[in-house]
């Protein structure tokens, strides 16, 4: 079983898996070890590693922490093409596809692609669409693009089914990190009803009640970033675990 089978197990199993994030730019490496020794015994299903502004050399090192400190998987969420490592065990090989700016839909993708295949990384391929949160995040400034619409669903869900068609194994749903207003429920609810590709859901998720409104609305993954960004709280890592694992 690849990393893209055993993520679509545990969500089936557990009702919906918990991916934490981990921005290398936000986390000393220091304090990594318990950070995830904490979320693995909280109940994360996977590791996701990433972030839009990383000023440092500090990606790969923080990948080989996570490996050294759990069992579960670490999945690349790259903030841009240097963020790519045989040290982790998949990538999400994302396009922006919310977006119109043909860097992030297909010209990162071509200078990844060949790094990607050389060191035989499993590739993921993913339909990243950003979704309008209030304020503007730092994905959407550095993108340069303009974010979904949150109040119109039917835009969201026409992009979800060209993602399908187009033949992508994930769609994210992301309202930005530190976002002020999470995707709406209304939103995901619509594309997971007429849409078969598993949906991330990310971005301004600050309490579990939150997070399992996404969960019961149709997303398959929920990940929280910055709610642990200032302290790894374990018991309410628990409960965001325990929330999103419907089952
Ligand atoms: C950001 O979706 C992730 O790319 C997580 O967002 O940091 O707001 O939890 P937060």
């Not at 730092?138 to 949150?150: C, G, K, Q």
């Amino acid at each position: 079983m690849n990393i893209y089978q055993s993520l679509l197990a545990t969500s089936k199993t557990k009702g919906a898996a918990y991916l934490v994030l981990v921005d290398p730019d936000k986390i000393a490496l220091e304090k990594l070890p318990t950070f995830i020794q904490q979320a693995t015994t909280a109940g994360a299903d996977a590791f996701l590693v990433g972030g839009s502004l990383i000023t440092d050399d500090s990606f790969e090192r923080c990948v080989v922490s996570i490996k050294q400190s759990s069992n579960i998987p670490v999945v690349i969420f790259p903030g841009g093409v240097t963020q790519i490592s045989a040290k982790a065990d998949a990538i999400l090989f994302l396009s922006l596809l919310s977006g119109r700016n043909p860097e992030h839909l297909i010209g990162d993708q071509v200078l990844a692609a060949p790094i990607v295949k050389k060191i035989g990384l499993e590739a993921i391929s993913t339909a990243y669409m950003l979704v309008e949160s209030g304020k503007t995040t730092s994905a959407e400034f550095m993108s340069n693009t303009r974010p979904l619409p949150r109040h119109k669903p039917d835009i969201a869900l026409a992009h979800a089914l060209a993602a399908e068609i187009l033949g992508f194994k994930m769609i994210y749903l992301e309202a930005g990190s530190g976002a002020d207003q999470s995707v709406p429920e209304e939103m995901i609810g619509g594309i997971a009803k007429y849409c078969t590709v598993p949906l991330i859901v990310g971005g301004g998720i600050k309490t579990p009640e939150e997070a399992r409104k996404k969960v019961i609305a149709g997303a398959s993954f929920i990940v929280t970033g910055t709610v642990f960004e200032k302290n790894g709280d374990a018991g309410l890592m628990k409960d965001f675990a325990a929330a999103i694992h419907t089952k």
